[in-house]
T-cell receptor
Framework: DTGVSQDPRHKITKRGQNVTFRCDPISEHNRLYWYRQTLGQGPEFLTY????????KSRLLSDRFSAERPKGSFSTLEIQRTEQGDSAMYLC??????????????FGPGTRLTVL | QQQVKQSPQSLIVQKGGISIINCAYENTAFDYFPWYQQFPGKGPALLIA?????SEKKEGRFTISFNKSAKQFSLHIMDSQPGDSATYFCAAISGPYGGSQGNLIFGKGTKLSVKP
């Protein structure tokens, strides 16, 4: 399968713990996006990378959220000191360039986070 | 501030009927409008997309109608099938194509149920 993969698919954690999610994009894609989706809502943009450079991070929800893409391939999203309000589906998407005709974003299956 | 407004929130259609989902936007910088289909527990999957210089695009049973002056666009699903039961999201990307960061801005979604 050459699609976007995410790991783990589900994560249950206790409030205050740190969690890290991984995303492996489609191999030739140099753009990687992270979105958050809460129940009954559309995905909400968090941050994105072009290759290894994080070009937008002002939309990360708080300073407890951070993301990396160290070698321009896979990416990780870390949430420190989790809160119950962080419970959501975290989606990763990749595309060739900025997105648009011929550069559509392809989404992974998501990581469902539950904070107890 | 919701930049893409989607309606209805839920829709029930009989098998063989036409499903219509509507979206409206305010930001004239949007220049690409994809629709995504999402099944429970899965990531969104691109269904069909349109540029504002085109008034209609059809792919199989799925048609996007676009009204640039009204800043509205809609998805029509012809001959709706039970397998079409999913949540549908309209989205938009700010231009210029290829030069923007390319993050998708989603509507809140429409949950479609097609009854056999």
């Amino acid at each position: 399968d050459t699609g976007v993969s995410q790991d783990p698919r589900h994560k249950i954690t206790k409030r205050g713990q740190n969690v890290t999610f991984r995303c492996d994009p489609i191999s030739e894609h140099n753009r990687l996006y992270w979105y958050r989706q809460t129940l009954g809502q559309g995905p909400e943009f968090l941050t994105y990378f072009q290759n290894e450079a994080q070009l937008e991070k002002s939309r990360l929800l708080s300073d407890r959220f951070s993301a990396e893409r160290p070698k321009g391939s896979f990416s990780t999203l870390e949430i420190q000191r989790t809160e119950q309000g962080d419970s959501a589906m975290y989606l990763c998407a990749s595309s060739l360039l900025a997105g648009g005709p011929g550069n559509e974003q392809f989404f992974g299956p998501g990581t469902r986070l539950t904070v107890l | 501030q919701q930049q893409v407004k989607q309606s209805p929130q839920s829709l029930i259609v009989q098998k063989g009927g036409i499903s219509i989902i509507n979206c409206a936007y305010e930001n004239t910088a949007f220049d690409y409008f994809p629709w995504y289909q999402q099944f429970p527990g899965k990531g969104p999957a691109l269904l069909i997309a349109i540029r504002p210089d085109v008034s209609e695009k059809k792919e199989g049973r799925f048609t996007i109608s676009f009204n640039k002056s009204a800043k509205q666009f809609s998805l029509h699903i012809m001959d709706s099938q039970p397998g079409d039961s999913a949540t549908y999201f309209c989205a938009a990307i700010s231009g210029p194509y290829g030069g923007s960061q390319g993050n998708l801005i989603f509507g809140k979604g429409t949950k479609l149920s097609v009854k056999p």
